[in-house]
């Protein structure tokens, strides 16, 4: 039993119970899944059971799922592998467009592809963190290649118009990913009716291991060129023996998740509306950042006006685990460039924390943490 609370689940998700005891079982196989043996056969099946598994959670065909180290890798995969493929299949569409917003991995993998010719242009964010979907639909044109927009923002929990963009690029003949590694087991996710053509998730934002993710590639969309090559793993898109016990951990994570998505939900949602009364029982100064726009049941971020993040963040970093979105960079603090974008000045963004409520938190503990929080604001106040 930790003797801290953990509420910042946006970073990562305690593993499942269900998952552990799921991986501590495989990890007892010895099989490498490509062997022609029995012991092969059984890492295979266990590999191919989790696939389907992960597959159910989001309306896809297990033969879409292909596995990477998790959500970075996923989205490397998608936007380099497209942008490659655009090269040699789709030579007039040299743009590509994200939003101002989406996880390091996105923005540096787009930007890394300027060097092979691709346009990258960032859609903006309005003010309450979600996409300006005015704005995407101008820059959306038939020289688009790719647009990527995350599901869920990991600094704000703001869900996105992630249907709407969809329409948007398809319109112009445009492939769509999304980065949906904060919203798989949090949002019901159907692909099909979403209809977007790559999708990347993470296994340790949902309750399973890290070290593991899958990028669902839709079956009628091009395949991105593989970015790791050898042995031809994955149908040739990830070389790498698979591992089982990772994969079986992620599956287990998502067939638990499947079946608790809306208790979940319900869950986390008391325990946020139950800690935000008592921020406000105490009288403590705070702003929801995004407004009304939706978030993700139990995840948002506040700030606390003329207070530093950092230090309501190290004051109680050791009873209570929360995080904001900056950085730090050769010993300066940087604002997140996710609230800059939302157009708040500097000092503001150094005043926002944000919180995630998980499965596994308690009544209790939501109760405590905002006890930790009013303590250490009236102390950092006074
Ligand atoms: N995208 C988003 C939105 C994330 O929150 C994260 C994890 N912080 C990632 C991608 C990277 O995921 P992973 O840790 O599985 O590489």
């Known amino acids: 039993m930790a003797n801290y609370i953990y509420i910042d689940n946006f970073s990562t998700t305690p593993l499942s119970p269900y998952a552990l005891s799921q991986m501590k079982d495989a990890f007892s196989l010895t099989g490498n899944a490509a062997s022609p043996h029995i012991a092969g056969a059984q890492a295979l099946f266990r590999i191919n059971e989790a696939r389907e598994n992960i597959s159910n959670l989001i309306g896809a065909l297990s033969s879409e799922i292909f596995f990477t180290s998790g959500a970075t890798e996923a989205n490397n995969l998608a936007l380099r592998g497209i942008g490659q493929w655009g090269i040699l299949n789709a030579k007039e569409r040299n743009r590509i467009i994200i939003s101002d917003i989406e996880h390091k991995s996105v923005i540096e993998t787009a930007l890394s592809l300027t060097d092979i010719g691709f346009d990258v242009v960032k859609a903006p964010v309005l003010h309450d963190g979600t996409i300006d979907l005015v704005q995407l639909n101008e820059l959306i044109n038939d020289q688009t290649l790719l647009v990527s927009l995350m599901y869920v923002n990991n600094e704000t929990g703001v869900i996105q118009p992630v ?10 003949g445009a492939l769509f990913h999304c980065d949906a590694a904060q919203a798989l087991g949090k949002l019901s996710i159907d692909v099909l ?67 608790k998505l809306v208790d979940d939900a319900v869950h986390s949602a008391r325990l946020s509306a139950h800690f935000l009364a008592k921020l406000d029982a105490a009288q403590v100064e705070y702003r929801r950042i995004s407004g009304d726009a939706p978030t993700i049941p139990g995840g948002f971020a506040l700030i606390f006006p003329n207070i530093s993040a950092d230090e309501i963040i190290s004051k109680v970093s050791k009873t ?53 929080l009013i303590e250490a604001i009236s102390a950092l106040r006074s």
């Open 193 to 259: 009716e979403l209809e977007v053509d790559y999708l990347s998730l993470s296994a340790h934002k949902c309750y399973g291991p890290m070290g593991i993710g899958a990028l669902y590639i839709a079956a009628d969309a091009p395949k991105p060129l593989a970015q790791n090559v050898g042995g031809g793993q994955e149908r040739g898109l990830r070389s790498g023996t698979e591992p089982v016990p990772l994969i079986v951990g992620f599956g287990a994570a998502a067939q638990e998740a499947a079946g």
């Open 320 to 372: 209570l685990c929360i995080s904001s979105g900056s950085a730090c960079n050769k010993g300066a603090v940087v604002p997140s460039y996710v609230f800059k974008s939302m157009g708040f000045s500097d000092e503001e963004a150094r005043s926002i924390v944000r919180f995630s409520f998980s499965r596994f938190n308690t009544l209790e503990e939501a109760e405590q943490a905002s006890l930790i």
């Open 163 to 172: 249907w709407d963009a969809v329409r948007m690029t398809h319109q112009h």
